[in-house]
């Protein structure tokens, strides 16, 4: 994943035709810190995870971006996250920078009370690097907003009542209407456009969603409530075809009871590889990175792919798709809903006010849109892919930022 967010931007410096300190100076993190994140166990035993958290650029703004709790959570990972936030934020036009964090463990071999002491060691632990004007931490893979409230109070204890401090926490706690939502709706958005500049009609789109958590459920919602048919959803434990259209809300009763998707009526059993090979108008990858690879991206059968996960496709993946004439959204720009709507959770925060949840979509709509816009304009300016027009338009404003800050000095 680093090796690959390395070469987008490589490609982005290319076309801004960047000096070799401006290079450097946006290519490496800014700070990284290593902790030992001590827990007593349930049963009395005493274990030492290690965590992360690395702030690449914060020229634009505050740093911003998720914890992840997962057993590959390791720093080259949590580098290749933070720099993409970088980008997602400068793409997204809001005033954030680029962080990640994360702690090398399998959530679900822990319980819910060593869950929260685990994460309130990890807050106790970065506390002296982030706060509601310097790095504000969210929900990842293996995280969510019951981690970011525990999160919210750990960081309270030490500094007084701070809801801004996190993003993506419960709305009781000052969290934001929409949130749970955005990531979803902001690539069932981005999707629904560029079957538009296809020339597709999306009421009569056929999709296939990879992963039914947060952001494939509420993408797979989302475009089925703009007319499409989707005729594949898949989770951790396989996945289920209609070619007619699958019942999405359905498919979310049916899930929330049973805890997978196989077995749901009306539906054949698929394996998450055959799913990524349906032929369909619009693919969505919402689960983990690196599943379309050169391995398998000659098999892929749809006309437009929607990164709503974080580096679904790795790079040679990514260049036989864009090859073949698969038009590929980038997940800097397909997955930016969920950042977008935290930048709104923070500014509500700030404000002491709420909004509500129709002009939290109203806008997210309105971000999205200017970012496809941007993204689309920039493809004609340099001749260039979705993706390598995505990254330029995002280096080209941190570049900005960074320069107009004078960090390269006189």
Known sequence: MLQGAEAYFEQAVSTLHLGDDMRALLLHPWRELTVAVPVRMDNGTFRVFTGYRVQHNAARGPYKGG???????????????????????????????????????NPGELSQSEL??????YTNQIGHIIGVNRDIP?????????????????????????????????????????????????????????????????TRASVAVQGFGQVGSWAARCIAEDGARVVALSDVHGGVHNSRGIDVPGAVEYYRANGRLTGLPNTEPISNDDLLAIECDILIPAAI????????????????????????????????????????????????????????????????????????????????????????????????SHRTAAYSIAVARVERATRLRGFLGS
């Open 116 to 121: 929260n002491r685990l994460t309130r060691r």
């Open 289 to 384: 990175e690196d599943v379309i690879h050169s391995g398998n991206a000659d098999r892929i059968r749809a006309r437009i792919v929607v990164e709503a996960a974080n580096a679904p496709a790795t790079l040679e993946g990514g260049r036989i798709l864009e090859d073949r004439g698969i038009a590929v959204l980038p997940d800097i720009l397909a997955n930016a809903g969920g950042v977008i709507v935290s930048y709104f959770e923070w500014a509500q925060n700030i404000q002491e006010f709420r909004w509500d949840e129709q002009r939290v979509n109203q806008e997210l709509r309105g971000f999205m849109n200017r970012a496809y816009g941007a993204v689309v304009e920039a493809m004609k300016r340099h001749s260039a």
């Open 67 to 105: 914890v992840r709790y997962h057993p590959n959570a390791d720093l080259d990972h949590t580098r290749a996250l933070a720099m993409l936030m970088t980008w997602k934020g400068g793409l997204a036009d809001i005033p954030f920078g680029g962080a990640k964090g994360g702690v090398v463990v």
């Open 138 to 202: 969210a929900p990842d893979l293996g995280t969510n907003a019951q981690t970011m409230a525990w999160m919210m109070d750990a960081y309270g204890a030490v500094n007084g009542y701070t809801p801004g401090i996190v993003t993506g926490k419960p709305v009781e706690l000052g969290g934001s209407l929409g949130r749970e939502a955005a990531p979803g709706r902001g690539a069932a958005l981005i999707g629904a456009l560029a079957a538009r500049d296809k020339g597709i009609d999306v």
